[in-house]
């Protein structure tokens, strides 16, 4: 399996990225996920979302899909889009250290 450096921190990923321990984690790893990714600086409602996902994950055992996320994060969908685009779901999980969610492409 291929290996990213995070925040000094060597974290073991798939072909796409998501984390493969979502143990490995921890929030100054997020920032910099974000960027490779084309996101700019984290704001608090990236933030919002990224805590939820981690949330939901440690509850669930999965990340929510986009749907499940505009109902319960407290960010719409629109939002989720604009602070996470090109699917926030998928893009949201691998920021928050945790493994594709069910049903994303």
């Known amino acids: 399996m291929p290996t990213k450096l995070y925040a000094g921190t060597e974290v073991t990923v798939t072909d796409e990225g998501f984390f493969t321990d979502p143990g490995q984690w921890n929030e100054d790893m997020a920032p910099e996920i974000a960027r490779e990714a084309g996101i700019g600086d984290l704001s608090a409602r990236h933030w919002q979302v990224i805590e939820f996902m981690r949330t939901e994950f440690a509850e669930k055992g999965s ?3 986009v749907r499940a996320l505009g109902k319960t994060s407290g960010v719409s969908v629109k939002e989720l889009y604009q602070l996470f685009p090109k699917g926030p779901a998928k893009l949201a999980a691998r920021i928050a250290g ?8």
């Open 98 to 105: 945790i493994p594709k969610p069910r049903g994303c492409i």
């Open 63 to 65: 990340g929510p899909t």
